[in-house]
């Protein structure tokens, strides 16, 4: 067993009451198959750039308000739920629409753990609940600007396609891009610190990762490979798909390689790695949908571009 699957049967143990792992068994009493999509909202209360940046008024609106209120909006969705450890935080997440089903232990809400476990505790609380959880959508607080009609084409896609990663096609030079593969890579992605827990650990399982893990940075192939942001180094189909393969290592000057990050914008997954049929990437240019609230400078610029109604939501605010 790994360190992955032994620290989630872990945590499964502890925290919660079916105890099973993989999830085999569990999936198959839904005799009518696991249908339903709920969006979830990562928002834990120690931020410490900007403390409490989650709730930070935007034009009236506590910043992670704006992504209830988008997730709402969105056809295709059934559970909207803020994963926090904050009674605080949870208290203004009902005012405006989401559910909040627990209080998120305090060992996955810190600054070093990786978001994978906000992911993982939220999987295994529908477990519990005997939902017939399909596809868990994360959409990052810190990402205010997203527009209803675009996020409601990234939601059925992720339905028909089981993943769906929204990402930035960052600078080509060796000094903006370089990290080190193999070992680096796989150390990294145990620490939740630029990169994410390989879903091939959390296979066997029947859990996948989050990928709105902090700084995890990756190439996508120009016309053939995956279409995948698990490690550092993965080659892929710019804004489209293709079938799984496993990662390799980056060659900085080929001509043909899209690098990207990883961002918060938009993250789907169908959470048995069965019901995933190919991987799309999503990369974003809107300059606005671009902005990820980590100081007070994009507070301010945020709550500007509100302000003079720079940008369509596509649902009033």
């Known amino acids: 067993m790994s360190d992955m699957k032994r620290r989630q049967q872990e945590v499964v143990n502890h925290y919660f009451r079916n105890t099973e792992m993989p999830l085999t068994d569990w999936r ?17 209360a120690g931020s410490t750039r900007v403390a409490d940046k989650n709730i930070r008024e935007v034009c009236g609106l506590p910043l992670m308000a704006y992504s209830i209120l988008i997730a709402r909006a969105l056809p295709g969705v ?20 989401a559910e909040v089903p627990f209080l998120r232990p305090a ?8 978001s994978y476990w906000a992911y993982f505790y939220l999987l295994r609380h529908l477990v519990d609940e005997e939902y017939p959880v399909r ?10 600007f997203r527009n209803r009609d675009h996020l409601a084409r990234l939601v059925s896609l992720t339905q028909q396609c089981g993943s769906v990663q929204s990402a930035f096609r960052t600078p080509t030079s060796r000094t ?37 893990d902090e700084g995890g940075m990756g ?37 043909e390689q899209t690098f990207f990050k990883p961002l918060g914008h938009f993250s789907g997954r169908n959470v048995f790695p069965a019901h995933i049929t190919h991987k799309h990437m999503e990369f974003v240019s809107n300059p606005l949908e671009l902005i ?9 610029l945020a709550h500007s571009a509100v302000a003079a109604n720079l940008y369509d939501f596509g649902i009033p605010l």
């Open 28 to 44: 198959a009493r839904f005799s009518g198959g696991l249908s339903k999509t709920v969006v979830q909202i990562p928002a834990r």
């Open 78 to 97: 059934d559970r909207v739920v803020v994963n926090t450890d904050s009674p605080r935080y949870a208290e203004i997440a009902r005012h405006y629409g």
């Open 107 to 114: 060992e996955f809400a810190t600054a070093r753990c990786s």
């Open 135 to 144: 596809t868990i959508i994360t959409l990052a607080p810190t990402n205010p």
């Open 176 to 212: 903006a891009l370089f990290r080190p593969c193999d070992a680096d890579t796989e150390d990294a992605s145990k620490s939740g610190k630029n990169g994410r827990t390989d879903g091939n650990d959390a296979a066997d399982a029947d859990d996948t990762t989050d990928a709105a």
């Open 219 to 255: 190439s996508a192939k120009a016309a053939h490979g995956t279409n995948h942001a698990d490690s550092a180094a993965q080659t892929g189909t710019a804004q489209g798909h293709a079938p799984k393969s496993p990662p390799r290592r980056v060659h900085l000057h080929d001509p």
């Open 292 to 300: 990820d609230i980590d100081t007070e400078h994009d507070l301010a």
